[in-house]
């Protein structure tokens, strides 16, 4: 495990300071802190909250063997409450949280949730560190953390593979949600640049139509661009969350949808849910859809890797490997400014400690926003390698 605090004897110095050594030495009784993590156990992003909750425990194990290595007098409790990456049941959870004396939460995972929970937890003393993207989330000296670059990027990145594969038209199919809405918005700027077009698309509300009604409209909506530009210069963006597996599944079967490029979101990347249905999987490989998935600059630590993906079995999503990050950032947030300390000494705390800290996603300095300063994407497919579908990275799209 490469775990690097490079100046843990002054923050260690500082917290004694500021907290009396007396909470920081091992002579003291051993005594707890709780942090909190919003995870979608259940629903439709059961597939990353089950890897984050994975990389949770396992950093909460590696923290707390740390902190007794290093002689603190405390150790990391964690306390998880499912989601179902609905907004209105992630507040009444961090509610819960919150009564339960827990200041500092990892999650919520999605932008939905963060954007339904951000204002109760900056008037109600609570910290997030959040692996959400939606751009209008990155707000300086709010409560909220985020271990990622927003979408801006991830428009950048997918509009450039559009462009080189000569796309004229793309048509999204979406969730109509807070996050969709801003990376389409995004897509359709920097498409524009160009003079290529995204259209209106076929939006759905998860839950109340039928998803083979939007894969019909999906279709019908296609065949329109197709007859303008030629079906090799038009493509599907699918922007969904779990559900986005179905979609592949009966798209699999429709003569236009399945003629054309498809590109994916960072939404589905490394999700287990298109390997799981066979039928999607292999849509999706047939038509070698490329999905973006954060990556920071300096890579993925292969030995705390290693350790999540024995326990899921399976490749994890990069929101698992920023919650493991996050569990640290908490622990050492708390080490510098004392395990009794309220949402204001945590916000000021983590700037300094995340600045410091290389973990499972490389170096995590923070910008003004606080939210990661840098990093890029690397891209994920469904490939089959001897009769079984895998994600497989891609040295390019």
């Not at 179902?84 to 009564?99: F, R």
């Not at 801006?152 to 969709?180: C, L, W």
């Not at 798209?251 to 979101?265: C, H, R, T």
Request: aromatic letters at 8%.
């Amino acid at each position: 495990m490469k775990i690097k605090i490079q100046t843990y004897g002054s923050l260690l110095m500082f917290a004694c300071m500021m907290a009396g050594a007396s909470l920081f030495l091992m002579s003291c009784t051993q005594q707890t802190v709780t942090i909190g993590a919003l995870l979608p156990l259940t629903g439709v992003e059961t597939s990353v909250g089950q890897s984050a909750s994975a990389a949770v425990e396992i950093a909460v194990e590696d923290v707390n063997a740390y902190l007794k290595e290093k002689g603190a007098a405390f150790t990391i409790v964690l306390k998880t409450a499912d989601t179902k990456a609905d907004p209105q049941t992630a507040l009444e959870e961090a509610k819960k949280l919150k009564a339960a004396g827990i200041d500092l939460f990892i999650g919520p995972i999605t932008s939905n949730e963060t954007a339904y929970v951000i204002d109760w937890a900056n008037d109600n003393g609570t910290v997030l560190i959040s692996q959400c993207t939606a751009p209008f989330l990155a707000i300086a000296d709010d409560n909220l953390f985020r271990l990622t670059i927003d979408d801006t990027h991830q428009a950048e990145e997918i509009v450039t593979t559009m462009r080189s594969e000569g796309m004229k038209a793309i048509v999204p199919v979406y969730r109509f949600d807070v996050y969709a809405m801003q990376l389409l918005s995004l897509v359709k700027e920097d498409l524009a640049a160009d003079k290529e077009i995204l259209t209106d698309g076929v939006p759905y509300v998860y839950g109340a139509v039928e998803l083979s009604a939007v894969v019909s409209q999906l279709s019908q909506a296609v065949q329109k661009e197709v007859s303008q530009y030629g079906a090799s210069a038009v493509g599907v963006y699918l922007v969904a969350f779990d559900e986005g597996a179905e979609i592949l599944a009966l798209a699999k079967d429709d003569p236009v949808l399945s003629g054309i490029a498809w590109y994916g979101s960072d939404s589905l990347a490394l999700d287990s849910s298109l390997i799981d249905n066979a039928a999607a999987g292999q849509f999706a490989a047939n038509r070698q859809i490329v999905f973006p998935a954060f990556e920071s600059d300096g890579g993925v630590d292969k030995d705390i890797l290693a350790k999540i993906q024995n326990k899921i079995g399976r490749y994890p999503e990069s929101e698992a490997l920023q919650a493991y990050d996050a569990v640290w950032i908490a622990a050492l947030a708390y080490l510098n400014a004392g395990m009794r300390a309220d949402a204001n000494a945590l916000k000021a705390a983590i700037p300094t400690v995340a600045g410091e800290y290389t973990g499972a996603t490389g170096t995590t300095k923070l910008n003004n926003a606080g939210d990661r300063a840098d990093g890029t994407y690397a891209y994920w497919a469904v490939k089959e390698n001897g009769g079984q579908l895998q994600w497989t990275r891609q040295e390019s799209p």
